[in-house]
């Protein structure tokens, strides 16, 4: 039987070595104690957040990954509302099928508000730590 891990199999394998991703995104980081020091602290503070947007948090994180690339929406100068809202909603329906909130399930109505700020959040991070790579500027 093969084993097929894909692009990066130390990622898959052994997911405790690599804790920031993939080996090369790794080595990035222990090039750069700032930019691992922002990480940690980030990482800190999220600990900290309400249980709700604990729970929220991965997918949001979810969906920007899936926003990383060149040309994506996530690093247009001025991102629009609209296609914000619309990954906001994804974030919620994401949210819904893989969590279970039990009968205090709460309304999209109710989250929007701090979907919208945790992936406006989330955005802003990626793009600073993104910005030479896919802006054309490095």
Do not use: H
């Not at 394998?13 to 804790?19: S, V």
């Not at 993939?22 to 900290?48: C, H, I, K, V």
Request: hydrophobic share 35%; glycine share 6%.
């Amino acid at each position: 039987m093969e084993w097929n891990y894909g692009m990066y199999p130390q990622q898959r394998a052994f997911p405790w070595l690599y804790p920031y991703g993939s080996q090369m995104n790794y080595w990035n980081l222990w090039n750069s104690p700032e930019r691992m020091e922002d990480e940690m602290d980030t990482e800190r503070l999220r600990e900290l957040y309400p249980l709700t947007a604990r729970r929220l948090q991965p997918y949001v994180e979810e969906v920007c990954t899936r926003l990383e690339y060149p040309g994506s929406m996530m690093y247009d100068e001025y991102p629009d509302q609209l296609s914000l809202l619309r990954k906001a909603k994804e974030v919620w329906e994401s949210a819904l099928s893989g969590e279970d909130f039990g009968e205090k399930e709460p309304v999209w109505e109710q989250l929007q508000d701090l979907i919208g700020v945790l992936l406006l959040q989330e955005m802003m991070r990626r793009r600073k730590r993104n910005r030479g790579r896919f802006w054309g500027m490095g």
